[in-house]
């Protein structure tokens, strides 16, 4: 089978269809073909299988790999050499039939062995697909795994396992009105279902959750953060902007940002740069301040968690406390809440016995009953692990180790 390869836009007319859409006004959404910085998550997954009858479908690797049939983009993991024990091609249906005869070949690129393991992948492509009649931009990407299992005892061999599954990623951008400031904007569709700035319903079992698209907001400058933290909200939920609140809420390629009704509170935290998530009936608030109190919905909340910077404004990363609390975080309107955490720590080991083994553990919490999760030093570093000592009861040590984390 002759493969020609291509280099960074899989389909031509991706390009074109791209260059092609007019940047609509305030409150429009138009598609995009390049994902932003940190927004590569999310889209609709499709695992592949071994296909029983390679040849028939276009195929050489007689262990050739392809999403099942009927989606909107068909995706197989083939080699040229029919010899060989890795798949390094991508080939791509663009009808979803699953005839590859005379599909698009991209050659994968390895990531370095790890661990035994052999990784390689479709960096992210530009294609064109099929969506209510028009041809719509999104990125594709694949990802093909190989490795050996760990024996698990002598009598045990090891095996060796393959994996492949390919992705879309739908976005779109534009510009949203925040009261008075307008702001560039990123949708992504986060819940998979080729829909873009809608929330769902879901059912595991007899539980029902809500998923939602996300959304990322620039700052006055229109740069993205790629802070997870910071101007990321998924659809439906609040989000501060110059000091208000607003609900964002998404449909037929519109974006509109309504003010939050009901009482304001402030809330302040005793750090010189903060970020906190706060929760409460189905509601989540993702925060970041410093010194001055921030106005907050009055409410009953959880603090879902919170890290606490030692430095405010360095481009450096700076020494940080990270954790959550089980306390309830009351909002009064009209009032100022204040949070402090991250001081007076203590340290409690615990230990357990398991076939003759012991296993210890430190966990970690403050003066006002918070769980420290984790601490950093100056340039993102960790401190150096604790170090333990078992005596016996004349006072000998019987046992020397430095814990890891885990």
Same mark, same amino acid.
């Given at each position: ?27 429009? &959404?138009? =598609? ?56 390094? &091609? ?17 050659? &994968? ?22 969506? +209510? ?11 093909? $795994?190989? $490795? ?6 002598? /009598? ?5 396992? #393959? ?25 992504? +569709? ?14 595991? %079992? ?7 698209? $996300? ?8 740069? *993205? ?6 101007? *990321? ?28 009704? %009901? %009482? ?17 009936? %189905? ?16 409410? /009953? ?33 009209? /009032?100022?809440?204040? *949070? ?34 984790? #601490? ?22 019987? $046992?020397?180790?430095?814990?890891? =984390?885990?």
């Amino acid at each position: 089978m002759k493969t020609t390869l291509w280099s960074c836009v899989i389909f031509g007319a991706a390009v074109a269809l791209s260059a092609g859409i007019a940047a609509g006004g305030v409150g429009d &959404l138009t =598609y995009v073909k390049t994902a932003q910085p940190g927004a590569t998550g999310g889209g609709v997954n499709m695992l592949m299988r071994t296909v029983a009858n390679p040849a028939a479908v276009g195929l050489t690797h007689p262990k050739a790999m392809a999403t099942a049939k009927g989606a909107q983009v068909a995706v197989a993991m083939d080699c040229d050499d029919a010899k060989s024990d890795t798949l390094d &091609l991508a080939r791509i249906d663009m009808s979803g039939k699953g005839d590859f005869a005379k599909a698009v070949t991209v050659k &994968l690129t390895k990531s370095p062995s790890r661990n035994g393991y052999t990784v390689l992948y479709l960096k992210p492509q530009a294609v064109a697909i099929s969506k +209510d009649g028009k041809k719509i931009p999104v990125l594709l990407s694949a990802r093909y $795994y190989k $490795y050996k299992t760990r024996p698990r005892d002598a /009598k045990t061999k090891p095996v060796t396992r #393959i994996s492949a599954s390919a992705s879309i990623q739908m976005a779109a951008q534009g510009e949203c009105k925040f009261g008075d400031s307008v702001r560039k904007v990123f949708v992504i +569709d986060r819940n998979r279902n080729m829909i873009l700035g809608d929330v769902i319903t879901r059912k595991s %079992g007899t539980r029902e959750y809500k998923q939602a698209d $996300y959304c990322r907001i620039a700052d006055a400058k229109g740069t *993205f953060s790629t802070s997870y933290n910071v101007r *990321f909200v998924q659809m439906g939920q609040p989000i501060q902007i110059d000091g208000n609140w607003f609900t964002l809420a998404s449909e037929n390629m519109k974006i509109t940002a309504a003010p939050m009704t %009901g %009482g304001l509170g402030k809330l302040k935290v005793d750090a010189p740069r903060w970020e906190c998530m706060l929760m409460r009936d %189905g509601m989540t608030l993702n925060i970041s301040g410093q010194t001055e109190a921030v106005n907050v919905p009055a409410g /009953k909340y959880t603090v879902r968690s919170f890290r606490l910077y030692k430095q405010a404004g360095t481009t450096k990363p700076s020494a940080s406390i990270y954790g959550s609390s089980s306390k309830p975080l009351t909002i009064t309107a009209g /009032k100022a809440t204040s *949070f402090s955490a991250g001081k007076g720590l203590t340290a409690i080991m615990s230990s357990r016995l398991n076939k003759g083994k012991v296993r210890f553990a430190v966990t970690q919490s403050d003066a006002s009953g918070s769980r420290i999760r984790s #601490i950093y030093g100056g340039g993102g570093k960790r401190p150096t692990a604790p170090q333990i000592e078992v005596v016996n009861k004349t006072g000998k040590v019987i $046992y020397l180790a430095k814990l890891a =984390y885990g």
